[in-house]
């Protein structure tokens, strides 16, 4: 007889949901999406550094993975799943707003941003951090992944993984002024 633990059960559960969204049960995908919340919410946030790009990420997410879930071939990946589509949402908000920048630019508004590294802390440490840095960091601290579902999710090696986690380190100490 097989003893159940409350993880397991949880696990268990979660892809019951799965299961169930993926045959159509609204209430299942947004339950799915209801416990992934606040995940979703920290990788945009440090992925996009603004609330309103953030939340449009999310919500392309969304509407992406309820399109998609029947292509989910595992259902334990879930969760891996949804952020690789809000990773992919996000890049592709960055690389539009990088593309306006450049537009404006063009046409004589010159963009003028202020950095002032005056009582920094972590959090606008991570968001100075190259858009490959800032996500390795994000998902593997914020979010607990391995640097292999980190490398799952973006498609990249596991060794490129560590390397940018090492990198993003020893940036993040320099910008902090850590010693280390």
Known sequence: MKILTMKSLRINQKHDLVALAKKGEKDAFISLIQQNKVNLYRVAKAMLHNETDAEDAIQMTILKAYEKLGGLRKNKYFKTWLIRILI????????????IAVLDYQHGNHLISED???????????????????????????????TKEIGNILNIPEGTVRSRLSTARGQLKKILKLEG
Do not use: M, P
């Not at 992919?88 to 593309?99: G, H, L, P, S, V």
């Not at 959090?123 to 391995?146: C, M, N, P, W």
């Open 88 to 99: 992919n949402e996000c890049n592709k908000a960055i690389k539009d707003r990088k593309q």
């Open 116 to 146: 002032t590294y005056e009582n920094i802390d972590l959090q606008a440490a991570i968001h100075s951090l190259k858009a490959e840095l800032r996500g390795v960091t994000v998902l593997f601290y914020y979010e607990d992944l391995t």
